[in-house]
């Protein structure tokens, strides 16, 4: 099974951090790589859409922001960018390149 997650937070998701899953708004599921890279790319060109400034890393984790978009952090006493994420996965772990050449 894959998964697609949009995730919004302070941090980009390759940090996956032990609270990574908080920032978690929707996660659907496929049953093949090919109906997931699908909507992947779909939720990707609505992202770029919407925000000017993205980065990819680790091959299916982006990050996309506005750099207008910040929150106030109580503990740092400063504002902090405000990221919107989408990530792709497979049993809920990263995906290497090489992994889908050979399935």
Known sequence: MFQVMELQGEYEPWWFFDDWKKQI???Q???TFDEAIREYQTQFMDFQKTYPHHQTKKGYLTAF???SQNQYCIECEDDIQLFHSLILLK???LIEAEE???N
């Open 25 to 27: 708004k929707s996660i």
């Open 65 to 67: 922001w506005d750099e």
């Open 91 to 93: 049993e809920y772990q």
């Open 29 to 31: 599921t496929f049953e």
């Open 100 to 102: 889908i050449v050979s």
